[in-house]
Every structure is written in C-alpha cells, then in structure tokens.
Nanobody, 118 residues
Framework: QVQLVESGGGLVQVGGSLRLSCAVS????????IAWYRQAPGKQRDLVAS???????NYVHSVKGRFTISRDNAKNTIYLQMNSLKIEDTAVYYC????????????WGQGTQVTVSS
C-alpha cells in the first residue's frame, strides 16, 4: 500500500512561484513512476509532469520551461517547482504513483489547491 500526501499549494499572483511536495509512504524505488496531475473546475484531470524510476522526466507542453519535477530519495518526496505561474495554472494538483507490474496499480493523493490571481 502506498500513501501520498501533497502540500505546498496556496494563493499566488501571476508570475509568482510555488513548490508542491508529495510525501510518499514506502520506498520510492519500488514505484514505476510518480506524476503530478491537475484538475481545474469543470475540467478533466490532466497530466502535468512525470518522473520514472530511471529519473527521466516528462512535461505537458504548457508547463515546459516553467515547471520542474524532481525527487528526493532520502526524504521519499517528489516536488513540483512551479515558476512564472499563470491564471490558467489554477487547479487542484494531485500526485499519482504507479506501482507493480505487469498489472500496475495507481495511487492518488488528496490534492492541493493552487490559485493564481491577477
């Protein structure tokens, strides 16, 4: 069983920065991948960034160059550094872990609200 706890959300002005944290219970190395998703009101939950167990990262086009996903293996924590925030980045941000194989299991955190104001 994997538990994920997000933190770091809040209210920030356009152009500001926030760093989200996802604390993972258990060994990060046992996970295939960890990703950040976001869901704006009335919209579907979309992938923002991911990092796989090799350390390779992937970003959705709209956040490339502004967001950085990273991990601290010693702290079992995944981070999402968000810079140059825009109004359209406003959403609830969720952390997801993928474990197991060949049938994988997804684990989700409870989400953290990010609000970008003008």
């Amino acid at each position: 069983q994997v538990q994920l706890v997000e933190s770091g959300g809040g209210l920030v002005q356009v152009g500001g920065s926030l760093r989200l944290s996802c604390a993972v219970s258990g060994n990060i190395f046992s996970l295939n991948a960890i990703a950040w998703y976001r869901q704006a009101p009335g919209k579907q939950r979309d992938l923002v960034a991911s990092i796989i167990n090799t350390g390779s990262t992937n970003y959705v086009h709209s956040v490339k160059g502004r967001f950085t996903i990273s991990r601290d293996n010693a702290k079992n924590t995944i981070y999402l550094q968000m810079n140059s925030l825009k109004i359209e980045d406003t959403a609830v941000y969720y952390c997801k872990a993928v474990a197991g194989g060949p049938r994988t299991v997804d684990y989700w955190g409870q989400g953290t609200q990010v609000t970008v104001s003008s």
